[in-house]
């Protein structure tokens, strides 16, 4: 439990970083990562627990971006991929969880 509690915290703190050093404008980068830390970690621990595979942390740092509504633009552009990566990736992530409707992205 507590490996997953740092593992959650590593990749929120690298994501941050990420945002931090981006090319994106000021205003832009407030915003996310104002948005970051007013996401609730209590979500993305139950999320992570009802994953049917452990996730990677490039899957949780994407299921991160998805839960702060970062557009696609965006997340492509932080992680340097197409945004049709980035489609493929929300819908790959998607049937890692067990439920249908579980996923809030």
Known sequence: M???NVYIETQIEYL???ITLSSFDVKSKEDLLRRLDLLSYSLVKDLCATSSKPLTATN???ILC???NM???DTAALFN???ST?????????????????TPF
């Open 2 to 4: 507590l490996r997953r």
């Open 16 to 18: 941050r970083m990420r």
């Open 60 to 62: 949780l740092r994407y």
């Open 66 to 68: 998805f839960l702060i």
């Open 71 to 73: 557009n696609v633009r």
């Open 81 to 83: 991929v197409d945004a």
């Open 86 to 102: 980035v489609y493929s990736v929300r819908y790959r992530l998607r049937k890692l969880f067990r439920h249908k409707g579980v």
